[in-house]
């Protein structure tokens, strides 16, 4: 079984401060995604990352996989209140049918 | 715009009395899934299809079942809804396994009264 382990679970912040959410695994992916999911709402793919050591920005997002493909980080700069939201990371392997296996998840509030 | 549509979007049923969720997509995506998301979680894989191929997670009470009756619609059926399957159900679809990420659809928010 593949475990991803995400932290911290919860974050309250206030706007304009920088923050890193942590994904991380024993296990190797194929690629590792980030979502973004809303209240009441799905979750929404946000970035993949499929090549080790591969970092992507996204605007104020800045997404890393980590060199041997165990891990990832999502780092916000001067978040904003329209940050908010449950961001969710999931990995893709060969093994389990590039299957994703999410990780617990992470609930960040922005406050103005 | 190519997406995926779960209706209806809240759903209040009574407990025990047997409810259906719809999803459909218009990407012609070959994989469809149905997770089970309770408040703050992560999404809790329900089955999958791959394309007719039915595959259900082993920790998925007998009381959910799912039907697919072409490429664009699946149902999920809670035969006897208890307290405890209260929870947003979220649908999705990827082309062929998640490596380049699934699509979602919105969710139906189901409460049991």
């Known amino acids: 079984t593949q475990l991803l382990e995400q932290s911290p679970q919860f974050l309250s912040i206030q706007e304009g401060e920088n923050l890193t959410v942590y994904c991380n695994s024993s296990?190797?992916?194929?690629?590792l995604q980030w979502y973004r999911q809303e209240p009441g709402e799905g979750p929404v793919l946000l970035v993949t990352?499929?090549?080790?050591?591969e970092v992507k920005k996204l605007k104020r997002l800045t997404f890393q996989f980590g060199d041997a493909r165990k891990d990832s980080s999502l780092h916000i700069t001067a978040a904003q209140p329209g940050d908010t939201g449950l961001y969710l990371c999931?990995?893709?392997?060969?093994?389990?049918?590039?299957?994703?296996?999410f990780g617990g998840g992470t609930r960040l509030m922005v406050k103005p | 715009d190519a997406m995926v549509i779960q209706n209806p979007r809240y759903q209040v049923t009574q407990f025990g009395k047997p409810v259906t969720l719809s999803c459909s997509q218009t990407?012609?995506?070959?994989?469809m899934y149905w997770y089970q998301q309770k408040s703050s979680q992560a999404p809790k894989l329900l089955f999958h299809?791959?394309?007719?191929?039915?595959?259900n997670e082993a920790d998925t009470p007998d009381n959910f079942q799912s039907r697919r009756p072409n490429t664009s619609f699946c149902f999920l059926d809670i035969r006897s809804p208890g307290l405890g399957d209260a929870a947003m159900y979220l649908c999705?679809?990827?082309?062929?396994?998640?490596?380049?990420?699934?699509?979602f659809g919105s969710g139906t928010r189901l409460t049991v009264v």
């Open positions: 999705a679809t990827s082309r062929a396994g998640g490596l380049y990420g699934y699509t």
């Open positions: 296990s190797v992916f194929s690629s």
């Open positions: 990352v499929v090549t080790g050591g």
């Open positions: 999931a990995g893709a392997s060969n093994n389990a049918g590039n299957m994703l296996t």
């Open positions: 990407l012609n995506h070959n994989v």
């Open positions: 299809y791959y394309d007719k191929d039915f595959n």
